[in-house]
């Protein structure tokens, strides 16, 4: 039977030929603005749940850590409380991380949407009765280093 499984992942996996490339659009500057808002949604959403169930998970495990400190036997100590309140402390935490993650390529991505744009930007002309400003459209290559 697990020959039989193997052989059939195999197949099926040699079958498939992964990623197409031919045909692949490259992406544009709006494209670039669509992805970085829709991350720092997603930044957003991760870091204020992350910060809400490291809030409610440390209330959680320190109202039951004082009353596992005694050691008579005479404290009404719920450790099940205690496991449940790290565990949501240490999900808020992997939820923070995830966020911070969501915030950097949030923001990659809008500088890729902003490297090259076209502006218009004030220049200085020369004429007869004197030095006049004048908008004019240029455009815009940001070099990150």
Known sequence: MKIALLVLILAVSGLCNGQSVTGVNPLTKEDYLQKSKNQKVAYLVTGSAGILLMIVGG????????DGLDFTGTADYNRKKQKTGDALLYTGI????????????????????AALSINSNYRLFQNQKGITTRRMPALSITIPL
């Open 94 to 113: 992997g939820l923070g991380a995830v966020s911070i993650a969501f915030n950097i390529t949030s923001r990659k991505n809008k500088k890729r949407a």
């Open 59 to 66: 209330v959680m495990s320190l109202s039951e850590f004082g």
